[in-house]
């Protein structure tokens, strides 16, 4: 079930049987040279909008942009400064809450998203923890590749190559879900090279084509299939525990 | 052309020829016991996609959650606070200023985004003016329903009935595009009320199901379509406009 | 009756009959080669303070900076971002809701004060909607120029050159107040262009004298009182219209 | 010179002669049984204006709200929290620094206003002080009762019951300018107590009429009168002595 | 007795007995050719430690960051913008609250500080004061100077030189305590140039080697050892006077 | 070398030979019935402390409040939100980066403090993204317990117990350091649960003493003065490599 696709009504019935809903939330920023700059919220939307085909989950809209600030040298990027980020993820989860919901899963596709949805997360804690009362809600990040399953498959399907950013896997699933934008370049070095992070224009001179590890050329749609179906199985198993832990008193 | 369905260097090629982009925006809250949760943000969605498939235009992601404060007392809404409004819309407008964007229009599905987002603007803009230098972008915000033609069309289809929330027009495009989610209901009364907007808890108060002086019953996927053919087209025209304008030295 | 101009004993007495407060609210900006830099909240303090001697109207003191960064290219402007804009009318608001005022009606007289004074009352109504409760204070926004019968007023004093910066009806009204301060020049063109309104820079690239489409020479002190006096009696009027509304329970 | 009765151009012919701006700087709270609620911003205002008449200066408009949370228990007063303050005093700066303003004095009449205001010219200066570059302001907080010769008069004037808050000394100041606003009242006790300033509740309870160790009824639009001229006298030494001090390379 | 070496159960205990804990507070910022950078955290924390070791009273972690902004142009200063100290002493003072402390008294070493801190207690009460409710604490700052006893003293031990910043007095108490690492210079001019404080460049030019108005060579250990322990007394004895005040209703 | 307990003059000599900073980072928290509450911030403080007695490297005062929300449910427990948090760190780095110091390592102790020091991170570099610079410095985020070789001998020392918050080896590290301060309790159940970490009042009823997984009975002063000694050689190592890490052009 898509929240945006619902009525009012139909969502308040839902808060009748469930307190569960999944946000699939990502990034907007350059995934290489064949990669769509939708890569990092197109992957858990695929992947939530897929599971909910078959299980009574709640799905909402997509945050779209996340904290990308590193890729900001590459065209197409767009970025929220951290402070933006949890300001925004607060206020989502306050209107969440605020209607009922008690379990908010937040379906991740970033690995430079984590840190900060996790300082949002304590942002929306702390407001409880100084006051001394319960918060109302539970919040949990799952990344999709931490997906029962899911990081054991892409190491099969991509051995070498897979690398953090641009990589097959993600690749491989937008393939699948969109498979008229696939893209092929070559790719020189084939396997990019890796290094820390930190401000764009560094990003950019140490990675030029924006890849890092990665070899994307690895990537089919019919890998991406396989992900999105352990993963859309992983997320289901994932809302269902979430779902069955008791809220404090 | 769709940002998020592009690679970098795609944009870095569009750069060459055009400075502008479009980012849909609107706001995911309640339309009525039958309007999409999401209409707001679909709407310009749907508009700009449709543009974008016959015209050399950038259409950037959606801007899904806008400015909805009133509409919490309804499941599903999710709002930003202005100030989160303000901060996010900023970011975005620095991300895609730092790429060589200078006319970044943005096409709003939601009355109530209007003066955050006009604000947003000056908060940019002040950051110049304040510096006594030029910003090096324009901003322009564009409502769907004010496109050439749009406001004649709306009101020869739904000469009365029409309101200004969960309005048969808005809710006909959403019919038209997603015709599997087209919902019923009757309607107590016909056409709702009106009345002045303040906190979420007066406004279900005053409008007991959502709506706000509309008769939703009076859309049809037909009656969308015509707004959405003649709003893209209205909006490839305002992109046009908007990027013959002249930049200050 | 005058907020500043009274005891706090005086207050708890009004409050006992009343619950409505007027602020004016503007800007102290550039009004073109002859206006005054405060026109903008002068004139609703004019208005205001006019019409409080006849009425059992409470005034508050003069919210004399809003935002004006447009006019930041031409010296004696003063702006508030709309950021910090929002916090003290967040503030002004909270102070007079805690003593008890239920209906605080903001007299503006600033076009460019309109999108963030909006913003600002959802951001106060978001704090009580996010919690689920009622906000325990109306807000309403009045331009004096929307006063009843004023706009009709001023377009039969002034068919052609209003414009909308520098018009000759702010312009006369300060005249009627401050017969002393009338200034006059040589216009060029007589009636000033138009245009966006983007940064500060380009704002004065566009406009070198700072009139928007008005020509201030049309203003007399006589027009100025006969639009003071039809305003001043429309807020009366307006003052008793909101506070016999009804607050929600 | 009153910048807000002036026009831009005659500003921009005042900053030929002078870099110096005068901002009268106040509070809006309760003055006890029989001050004015504006007394703490219209005594630099009444001081300025004097001033202004026979010398060379320019005078801004007053910023009449200040930080007065202690106050807020009794009706009518109206306080930014410190972090609003310092939001405003920064744009306020910005703003009359942007024109070339390079000495700003804040004429101040509220002793709870001096920590913020001295917080928000700290704020101001890091923004150079971080980034290693000149400031190109300097700012100064005169209180009046600071100005030469003018803390000695009052002593003189009333030898006990001076006290901290609702002195004779603002009261006999705002009696002068305004006659016709001079209220009294049997004062229980004739000299009010003392003590430590925390939040508006427990201020209320420490000082029920709202007097913090004065006896207004010492208070004579005479001695008003007194005050005023030696204090714009001191005034414009103050604003000359500033005006000539070298500004940093 | 010393909150970051006790156990959470301890201090638990302590809140059985008492309702007041002392928190150091200080800067860390040049203090001329021969102070420590750390000088104004640590004479607070030195006096507070010593003052525990013979008197039932809880010393908090030292706050050994504050405002410092004009010192930033000497290497090793490090500084808080006035509006972070203000968060921060905000999350402290919440954390401390939330455990029951209701008196929260700090011990200040940075006449720089003032200011902020002061801003920042208002910050804390207006939270109460705008909900028209109790604070719940009472805050209280102590500059270690202002301690009974302690100014008279200082000013015995050094008549002349000692200024006010890099004075003898509190390079005499880091003397004492950390004997191993006083440190030596030629100082020219013996006693340094006094001047307004402004942003650093401007301070670096006024105070080439840092010093206002002192002349550091009169330090000795011994002075600091009569300082720490009049000041530790003093700071009991203010604890206990703190400690008996009532706290409102 | 201890920037604190140096002059400036002798941080500018530094700074010729280095431009790479130390900086101590923890967090004031419960740490079970045993643990101190300083131990997250005192243990980075102990290693670089003994670092730098052999080696030439440079370390700030200690930053001694994180992110703790989630224990202020214990008394003693301070905590930053995660905001206030970012915006202090960030005022450390710019403080910092304007003497000239370009790699700033935060040895950190406090599993919690991550997520947020990385946001502040990226909340950093973004300003240089954005406008498309160079940021000027590089931040490095070092937990004690990841130097080389430390978490293998943890490991080694405690197969069992260790757990993630109040471990026996942070607990053997402030035993060496402090062996006055050594506490004991009867442990129930000897090996503390574990589970989520949410808002504070949910947290001590997961957590009744506290601790999370571990039994702090097993740390002992020697197994802590083996920690503490590789600790500070991978600390030099790791400091060693950053600095000749080459910055971006």
Redesign the interface.
Known sequence: ML???????E??QF?DRSRTVVIPIGS?E?????????TD??CPEIIAHHAQKDADILV??????G?A??H?????????????F???I???T???A???FEKILFLNGHG?N???I???F??L??E????????GF???LCNWWDLEGVGELARAQFPTGHGTHATPSEIAITQWA?PD?I?TADYSPQIASSG?I?????FR?RHPD?RMGSDPALATPEKGAELVVLAAKGLVSAVEAFSREAM??
Chains 1, 2, 3, 4, 5, 6 share one sequence.
């Open positions: 929240l945006h696709q619902s009525t009012w009504i969502i308040s808060l907007n350059q995934h290489g040279p064949t990669g769509l700059l939708g919220w197109m909402g809209p997509t945050f779209n942009i904290m600030q590193h900001l040298g590459f065209p197409g990027t767009i970025s929220l400064r951290p402070s933006t949890i300001a925004a607060g206020d989502w306050r209107s969440l605020a209607h009922g430079g984590i840190a900060t996790e300082a949002a304590s942002e804690y702390a409880a923890s100084f006051a001394r009362r319960p918060a539970a919040l949990k969109y934008l893209k820390p930190r401000e764009a224009q560094d001179a924006g404090p008193n």
